[in-house]
């Protein structure tokens, strides 16, 4: 698989993301809708950013094995937080799922006013095979 993970010198070097990923072969690609903490069951599986990042990236790793990939292939992220939470316990429950064996992937984080109901995380990404 023809995956790059891109940290020019000049830039800040870190464990958890790469500044840019370049995917040089054709391939196949996955792009994950936006996946918030809901269960099977439709309901939001706590109050907590944490408990809600956690079933979002589980949300995400059952996708990906369906399609016979891992969070491995993921070469970017994108996450919204709802403004006036902090994005702490998101980045523990990343650090929980994620091998620190393989390469972070490119990471965007924004703050947002809000999402659906209840809802304090959505987490969205795109997958190489």
Not at 9 to 21: D, I, K, Y
Not at 95 to 120: S, Y
């Amino acid at each position: 698989m023809g995956v790059r993970h891109i940290n020019p010198e000049g830039l800040h070097r870190s464990p958890a993301f790469s500044q840019a990923v370049v995917v040089e072969q054709p391939t196949k690609t996955i792009y994950i809708g936006g996946q918030n903490g809901v269960g099977a069951d439709g309901k939001v599986v706590g109050p907590t950013v944490g408990e809600q990042a956690r079933q979002a990236f589980r949300n995400l790793a059952a996708i990906l094995e369906s399609e016979g990939a891992s969070l491995a292939n993921i070469v970017h992220w994108r996450i919204a937080v709802v403004d006036g939470n902090t994005f702490d316990e998101g980045v523990a429950a990343f650090q929980e799922v994620w091998n620190r064996a393989d390469p972070p992937p490119a990471i965007t984080v924004h703050v947002v006013a809000g999402l659906g109901p209840g809802f304090l995380v959505e987490i969205d990404a795109v997958a190489v095979v």
